[in-house]
């Protein structure tokens, strides 16, 4: 009885068949790790994140808005009705929604930024939100105008 090999090769006995499925199911094992590794889940609160990561487009921006008293109301106004249930009224994360959140809202006081610490790496992520994260875009919600303001209130939240 004679066999029609698809394949484009001669497998003529059952040791080259058994290498050629060996090698197939290592490709594909291999394939599937490089996949898993790629759709991985964000850290937990239990779990270090793995490196900060910039947006180097989003470094480029330059904020639009001058940092001024009008200009931090606004932000704050817009902060304390649109993050401050995931944020907390201080900005250390604590905001009510936090304790159900994975990974959990960031700490906008200890500068350390994920996204980027730059003006535009800030407005980016408000605008935008982070992918497997419960933050949300708000350029639907908000102006670029009232973006750049939440952002100039941000950064009085810093501790130095």
């Known amino acids: 009885m004679t066999l029609t090999n698809p394949l484009p090769l001669k497998l003529t006995s059952r040791t080259a068949l058994l290498s050629c499925a060996l090698a197939v199911a290592g490709w594909l094992l291999s394939s599937g790790a490089a996949m898993d590794a790629s759709q ?23 904020n639009p808005v001058k940092s001024t008293p ?3 109301a606004t932000g704050k106004a817009l902060f304390e009705r649109q993050c401050v249930s995931c944020h907390g009224p201080t900005g ?4 009510k929604s936090a304790a159900h959140m994975t ?10 930024w994920e996204h980027g610490a730059s003006d535009g790496e800030i407005y980016t992520l408000i605008k935008d939100g982070s992918k497997n994260t419960a933050m949300k875009g708000f350029a639907s919600k908000m102006t670029a105008q009232e973006l750049w303001s939440v952002v100039n209130y941000i950064r009085t939240l810093q501790v130095h």
């Open 40 to 62: 991985a889940k964000p850290a937990t609160a239990d779990e270090p994140h793995h490196g900060d990561h910039a947006h180097a487009d989003a470094a480029t921006l330059t």
């Open 70 to 72: 009008a200009s931090i």
């Open 92 to 95: 250390t994360g604590d905001g």
């Open 103 to 112: 990974p959990p809202p960031a700490d906008l006081t200890d500068g350390t």
